[in-house]
């Protein structure tokens, strides 16, 4: 049995063409089955459902032998031991800075300068500025960021942005880039190795699918 790892939502939904060019088409709709182990139209292949964050720590234990993660969350939350062979080129975005309308970011982010930064992403933030020798206070949120400016708690914010209209909404702009950002396939490395005739085949069939 190979198990799949996934998160409902952007993540699932894009899957959907990745896995159907595997011969993987799931028996129930994640959005609205509360089922978090999915069966398959392929016996050997089965879908679980769990948090965005925990892909990761599933396949890293073996309790999944691959997964689908954003970059983000395995820059951040660390993708060490996990085999990364593919860009699946999907749940496209970018992680950004982004500051109130009005805000002065050059100005603020000169020389000497301290900014106060919310984010979810701590490790990226921090990566990020100390790169550019900004001082940020880096403050730990799990999520709405897009309130911490408004209501005086950071100066600014690290967020993935797609549409760009959260950002709007909340008059807000991005003001730096710091990456573009996609989902990749990810391995457990002893799966890899003990059941090769059945991975081995998933993967060339999600690399000819996300070319
Ligand atoms: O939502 P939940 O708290 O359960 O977990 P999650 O947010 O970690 O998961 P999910 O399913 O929302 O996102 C899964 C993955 O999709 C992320 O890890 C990213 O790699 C990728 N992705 C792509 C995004 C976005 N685009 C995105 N726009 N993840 C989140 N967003 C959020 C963003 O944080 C902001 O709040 O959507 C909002 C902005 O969207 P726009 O379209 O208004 O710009
Ligand atoms: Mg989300």
């Given at each position: 049995?190979?198990?799949?790892?996934?998160s409902?939502?952007?993540?699932?939904?894009?899957?959907?063409?990745?896995?159907?060019?595997?011969?993987?088409?799931?028996?129930?709709?994640?959005?609205?089955?509360?089922k978090?182990?999915?069966?398959?139209?392929?016996?050997?292949v089965?879908?679980?459902?769990?948090?965005?964050?925990?892909?990761?720590?599933?396949?890293?234990?073996g309790?999944?032998?691959?997964?689908?993660?954003g970059?983000d969350?395995?820059?951040?939350?660390?993708?060490?031991?996990?085999?990364?062979?593919?860009?699946?080129?999907?749940?496209?975005?970018?992680?950004?800075?982004a500051?109130p309308?009005?805000?002065?970011?050059?100005?603020?982010v000169?020389?000497?300068?301290?900014?106060?930064?919310?984010?979810?992403?701590?490790?990226?933030?921090?990566e990020?500025?100390?790169?550019k020798?900004?001082?940020?206070?880096?403050?730990?949120?799990?999520?709405?960021?897009?309130?911490?400016?408004?209501?005086?708690?950071?100066?600014?914010?690290?967020?993935?942005?797609?549409?760009?209209?959260?950002?709007?909404?909340?008059?807000?702009?991005?003001?730096?880039?710091?990456?573009?950002?996609?989902?990749?396939?990810?391995v457990?490395?002893?799966?890899?190795?003990?059941?090769?005739?059945?991975?081995?085949?998933?993967?060339?069939?999600?690399?000819?699918?996300?070319?």
């Amino acid at each position: 049995m190979i198990t799949i790892a996934l998160s409902k939502g952007r993540i699932f939904d894009e899957a959907v063409p990745l896995l159907e060019s595997a011969g993987i088409v799931a028996r129930d709709d994640p959005e609205t089955s509360r089922k978090l182990i999915l069966r398959t139209s392929r016996r050997d292949v089965r879908l679980i459902i769990v948090r965005a964050t925990d892909v990761p720590i599933y396949v890293r234990y073996g309790a999944a032998d691959l997964g689908v993660a954003g970059k983000d969350v395995l820059d951040e939350h660390g993708g060490a031991g996990l085999y990364q062979p593919l860009d699946l080129k999907i749940a496209r975005c970018r992680m950004v800075v982004a500051a109130p309308d009005g805000f002065d970011y050059r100005h603020a982010v000169k020389q000497g300068g301290r900014l106060r930064v919310a984010t979810k992403y701590v490790h990226t933030a921090r990566e990020h500025f100390a790169a550019k020798g900004v001082h940020a206070d880096v403050i730990r949120l799990h999520g709405s960021m897009e309130l911490a400016p408004l209501t005086g708690l950071a100066d600014a914010i690290v967020d993935l942005v797609s549409t760009g209209r959260t950002l709007r909404a909340n008059r807000l702009k991005a003001v730096e880039e710091i990456a573009p950002l996609s989902a990749r396939l990810i391995v457990n490395q002893a799966a890899l190795k003990l059941k090769r005739p059945a991975i081995q085949p998933l993967l060339d069939a999600f690399a000819r699918a996300a070319s």
